[in-house]
C-alpha cells in the first residue's frame, strides 16, 4: 500500500492535530509481518498492506508524523495461520536493528520454558499479545479472555512485570458482563501485568465504553491499567476516555497497517465497520475525499483534547511518557 499524504492529510494535519501533537511519539500498538510469518504465505485479505517489514511500516509512519522522534513498541500479525514461534523470532532480529521494543505473540500452544527462555533472551521483548483467534472455544468471537490467554502465562507476567495487549473479543468488548467480570478478577489477582486493553477496550463506538463506565470504575486510577487508542476514529469514544479516566491511563497507538487505509470506523446502530476506499466504494453526489485512517484517529483525539481541556504535558504522556514509563517498570522489575 502506497502510502502519501494528499490534500486532505494535509489540511487536517495543519489544521486538527499539528499544534496538539508532542515533538515525540510513541506508538504502542503496531504490527509488521513478512510472507514468511504465515503458513502458506500472506494471507489474501493482508496483501492489500504490500510491504509491512519492520522497515517498511518506520518509515511510512515517520513520514505520516512528519519527521518527529517516533519509537514503537511492535507485535506480529495474529491470525489463523500464524507461525508464531517464526513471527517472534522476526520481532526479536527487527527489534535489535530498528531499536523498538516488541510484545510476543502467545497463545495456549506456546509452553511456559519457551516465554522464559525469550524472555531471558531477548530484553526487547516487553510482554504478550494474546488474541481471540488463538482461542481454544470454536468460535473465537464469542471468547472470554482465558480462552485465549491461558492464566499461566499471565503468571509469567505478573513474575516479570510484563505489558499484556489484551483485544477483548465478544460482541459487545468491554460491555460484556463476562469480560468485565474476568477483567477485574485478573487486575486484582495479578498486580504486577500492565494490562492495556486496544482499541479503547474495543470500544469503535461509545455505546460500549457508555455502558461499562459504572462497572469499570474499580479501573480508575489504577497505574497498571491503560487504554490504547489504536484505530478508533470516533470522536465521542475519546471524549469518554479522557473525562473518565483521564490521560494518565491512555496510550496512543497506531494499529499500522491498518491506519494506513483511507476511511474510518463507522457506526452503524450498535454495530461498527471499518469503511475504507480500498474496500469499499464511497460515493455520494459529490467527490469524496477520504482521510488516512491515523489523521483521523489523531482528529477524533484532539477534538478530545480540545472539549476536556487537556493540558500540555498531559497530552505529552498520552503520546509519550506513559509509554515510556510503562518500559521503565518493566526492565525495573527484571533486575528485581
Ligand atoms: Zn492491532
Wanted: aromatic fraction near 12%.
Amino acid at each position: 500500500m502506497k502510502v502519501q499524504i494528499k490534500s486532505v492529510d494535509e489540511k487536517i494535519w495543519n489544521e486538527e492535530i499539528q499544534n496538539l501533537l508532542p515533538s515525540r511519539i510513541f506508538d504502542f500498538h503496531l504490527h509488521t509481518f513478512t510472507s514468511k510469518s504465515f503458513s502458506g504465505g500472506t494471507p489474501d485479505s493482508l496483501k492489500i498492506f504490500g510491504n509491512c517489514s519492520a522497515g517498511a511500516i518506520i518509515e511510512k509512519l515517520i513520514h505520516l508524523f512528519h519527521q518527529k522522534t517516533t519509537e514503537f513498541l511492535f507485535t506480529g500479525w495474529p491470525t489463523s495461520s500464524s507461525l508464531l514461534l517464526q513471527q517472534n523470532q522476526y520481532l526479536a532480529k527487527a527489534a535489535e536493528k530498528y531499536n523498538f521494543y516488541f510484545l510476543a505473540l502467545v497463545s495456549h500452544k506456546l509452553d511456559e520454558k519457551y516465554l522464559e527462555n525469550l524472555l531471558k533472551s531477548e530484553k526487547r521483548c516487553l510482554g504478550f499479545k494474546p488474541y481471540k483467534c488463538f482461542s481454544v472455544r470454536v468460535d473465537p468471537e464469542d471468547a472470554k479472555i482465558s480462552d485465549f490467554l491461558p492464566e499461566k502465562q499471565i503468571e509469567i507476567a505478573n513474575q516479570y512485570g510484563l505489558v499484556i495487549t489484551l483485544h477483548l473479543s465478544k460482541k459487545k468488548g468491554i460491555c460484556d458482563p463476562e469480560n468485565i467480570e474476568q477483567l477485574l478478577y485478573f487486575v486484582e489477582k495479578y498486580p504486577h501485568v500492565i494490562w492495556n486493553l486496544a482499541h479503547c477496550g474495543r470500544s469503535y463506538i461509545p455505546h460500549n465504553l457508555e455502558k461499562s463506565i459504572n462497572s469499570l470504575s474499580r479501573l480508575k486510577g489504577k497505574k497498571q491499567v491503560f487504554f490504547d487508542t489504536s484505530a478508533v476514529t470516533d470522536r465521542e469514544v475519546f471524549v469518554i476516555l479522557f473525562s473518565e479516566f483521564g490521560a494518565n491511563q491512555i496510550l496512543f497507538g497506531s494499529d499500522a497497517p491498518v491506519c494506513f487505509y483511507r476511511g474510518r470506523c463507522v457506526r452503524f446502530g450498535y454495530d461498527w465497520a471499518f469503511i475504507t476506499q480500498e474496500t469499499h466504494s464511497i460515493t455520494a453526489s459529490f467527490p469524496v475525499s477520504p482521510a488516512l485512517l491515523l489523521y483521523e484517529q489523531l482528529w477524533a483525539m484532539c477534538h478530545a483534547i480540545k472539549v476536556n481541556r487537556i493540558e500540555q504535558k498531559d497530552i505529552d504522556k498520552v503520546f509519550y511518557q506513559n509509554a515510556k514509563e510503562i518500559i521503565d517498570r518493566v526492565n525495573k522489575r527484571r533486575l528485581m
